[in-house]
T-cell receptor
């Protein structure tokens, strides 16, 4: 089945720790995205990548980093500089000039 | 003022009711309008996609866009308990592939 796989489903971070969220897609989509979802707020864009080895900051990139070494993979690292990391993180992908986004099932990150 | 406003609800209706969900927006350049359904702790799934003004129907769902009023709606006929979810509107302008703006979502509960 084609789709977007996010792992882990739940993740806990200790103070001062970096954690990495995985996102893999087998849809052969060019563009991939990371969004953050907080209760009562719309999805906010963290980073996006339109092509391998290239990525752009979104609206709330501070405290996060990404890489895009393969078309299928777009991992997100939440660094210790992100002081309020508790949120639901969603990975998405899109093909070509199509505006439709397809989402993974999300990762809930919490702080210990 | 947010670019996209959406009443967070919750909206509680009996099974079989007609549900109306709405979003207003401020950017007259928006041309692409989407509705996503999100079950608790899952990724959003695309329900409806429309370009510019008009109506689009898909089974029990109808999406309506009124660009003159900057207002979009999603109607659900014969609502079912399985429709209980959060509904997110999203929109972008032409070429705004990486600038999809989401509403905060409306939580809907359909009770038997």
């Amino acid at each position: 089945d084609g789709g977007i796989t996010q792992s882990p489903k739940y993740l806990f971070r200790k103070e001062g720790q970096n954690v990495t969220l995985s996102c893999e897609q087998n849809l052969n989509h060019d563009a991939m995205y990371w969004y953050r979802q907080d209760p009562g707020q719309g999805l906010r864009l963290i980073y996006y990548s339109q092509i391998v080895n290239d990525f752009q900051k979104g609206d709330i990139a501070e405290g996060y980093s990404v890489s895009r070494e393969k078309k299928e993979s777009f991992p997100l690292t939440v660094t210790s500089a992100q002081k309020n990391p508790t949120a639901f993180y969603l990975c998405a992908s899109r093909q070509g000039r199509d505006e439709k986004l397809f989402f993974g099932s999300g990762t809930q990150l919490s702080v210990l | 003022q947010k670019e996209v406003e959406q009443d967070p609800g919750p909206l509680s209706v009996p099974e079989g009711a007609i549900v109306s969900l709405n979003c207003t927006y401020s950017n007259s350049a928006f041309q692409y309008f989407m509705w996503y359904r999100q079950y608790s702790r899952k990724g959003p799934e695309l329900l409806m996609y429309t370009y510019s003004s008009g109506n689009k129907e898909d089974g029990r769902f109808t999406a309506q866009v009124d660009k003159s009023s900057k207002y979009i709606s999603l109607f659900i006929r014969d609502s079912q308990p399985s429709d209980s979810a959060t509904y997110l509107c999203a929109m972008s302008d032409v070429g705004g592939y990486n600038k999809l703006i989401f509403g905060a979502g409306t939580r809907l509960a359909v009770h038997p």
